[in-house]
């Protein structure tokens, strides 16, 4: 007897549909220097005019075990924004605009409808970087994860004058760290978070007095894209450092922009710690530094400037729709020091 595709798991039909429910997500990201349509064996994009020395500047990841949460609350509409957060926030700290995105869904079997509500988050995601979605793949892979469960990463590209590149090594001591306030945990630190609050969905969508919200809803809150109000920045001030507070928080990626023998120190009273934050170190029972090392405490992105730009800084990212504070200085030394 002959054993079909379909009989080993795999449905292409189930493919086709999951494309055509895709289609008007993707189409809706497109950019003039689209070339093409869904479909192709290989995405096209032009590269715009205007650069005097185009570099490509380009950034992958995930987003990691937040999705256990997607798959807990059956919830799939911002898990894409995520994973498009995750990599244009990189890009766009080396003074890069983001050009266009491609993601990679895998799950054991496919389910139409629910990947074509993933690739609408990753549609946000890129309409609020100005990125185009000009490809990426689905991949049915049966027994290979688990009934319910995906997984989903991307990949941007991004351009910026060679001239124009961000990369800290006109740092000195006595500049300013001015830190963007984050949506919330965004998406890393989850494979704790997971062991405070737990994986029991009544709990979680049961009001937490403490929280004042859902901490399902909060858990879920998408990451938040900071594209648009940095690049509006550069414009207007000479940044010198950019930095994505991602997985080591503080600890770990603020020193990255530092050149050698700088090194900073942070006030964490600077600003209102988000209750999340204060329940998660308690519940913990880790010190302030290795919850700075695990999460963003608030803190999605910092950006350094000389002091002499600190309120011209401030004043043009609240125009875009930030808050931010001042948090910390530059110093001689290196790592980062917790006041």
């Known amino acids: 007897m002959a054993i079909s595709y379909k009989d080993s798991g795999v449905d292409v039909e189930r493919g086709y549909e999951a494309v055509r429910l895709m289609r008007k997500h993707v189409q809706s990201t497109y950019t003039e220097g689209v070339l093409g349509d869904i479909g192709s064996f290989g995405g096209f994009f032009a590269l715009p005019g205007g650069y005097k020395e185009p570099v490509l500047v380009s950034g992958t990841d995930g987003v990691g075990t937040k999705l256990k949460y997607a798959f807990i609350a059956d919830r799939h509409d911002t898990i894409g924004i995520d994973a498009v957060a995750m990599c244009v926030n990189d890009i766009v700290c080396q003074g890069a605009k983001p050009l266009f995105f491609l993601d990679y869904f895998a799950t054991g079997k496919l389910s139409p409808e629910v990947v074509a509500t993933v690739v609408?988050?990753?549609?946000?995601?890129?309409?609020?970087?100005g990125a185009a979605l000009?490809?990426?793949?689905?991949?049915?892979?049966?027994?290979?994860?688990?009934?319910?469960?995906?997984?989903?990463?991307?990949?941007?590209?991004?351009?910026?004058?060679?001239?124009?590149?961000?990369?800290?090594?006109?740092?000195?001591?006595?500049?300013?760290?001015?830190?963007?306030?984050?949506?919330?945990?965004?998406?890393?630190?989850?494979?704790?978070?997971?062991?405070?609050?737990?994986?029991?969905?009544?709990?979680?969508?049961?009001?937490?007095?403490?929280?004042?919200?859902?901490?399902?809803?909060?858990?879920?809150?998408?990451?938040?894209?900071?594209?648009?109000?940095?690049?509006?920045?550069?414009?207007?001030?000479?940044?010198?450092?950019?930095?994505?507070?991602?997985?080591?928080?503080?600890?770990?990626?603020?020193?990255?922009?530092?050149?050698?023998?700088?090194?900073?120190?942070?006030?964490?009273?600077?600003?209102?710690?988000?209750?999340?934050?204060?329940?998660?170190?308690?519940?913990?029972?880790?010190?302030?530094?290795?919850?700075?090392?695990?999460?963003?405490?608030?803190?999605?992105?910092?950006?350094?400037?000389?002091?002499?730009?600190?309120?011209?800084?401030?004043?043009?990212l609240e125009s875009t729709g930030e808050s931010c504070a001042v948090i910390g200085k530059t110093v001689k030394g290196a790592g980062v020091k917790l006041l």
């Open 120 to 129: 609408s988050g990753v549609a946000e995601g890129c309409r609020q970087s």
């Open 134 to 316: 000009i490809g990426g793949e689905t991949a049915e892979m049966p027994s290979f994860y688990p009934d319910g469960e995906y997984d989903i990463a991307g990949f941007a590209v991004g351009i910026v004058d060679k001239s124009a590149v961000i990369n800290g090594k006109n740092i000195a001591e006595g500049d300013v760290l001015i830190g963007l306030k984050s949506s919330g945990i965004h998406s890393n630190g989850y494979s704790l978070v997971r062991k405070l609050w737990g994986e029991d969905r009544a709990t979680l969508e049961k009001l937490d007095a403490e929280l004042g919200a859902k901490p399902i809803d909060v858990l879920l809150t998408p990451t938040r894209i900071y594209v648009n109000s940095i690049l509006a920045l550069i414009k207007k001030v000479k940044v010198k450092g950019i930095a994505h507070i991602t997985g080591g928080g503080f600890i770990e990626n603020i020193p990255r922009i530092f050149p050698e023998g700088i090194g900073c120190e942070i006030d964490t009273s600077s600003y209102e710690l988000p209750a999340v934050f204060k329940i998660m170190v308690e519940r913990a029972g880790i010190s302030r530094e290795q919850a700075c090392n695990t999460f963003n405490m608030g803190i999605g992105m910092v950006v350094c400037v000389d002091k002499s730009d600190v309120e011209k800084t401030i004043a043009q």
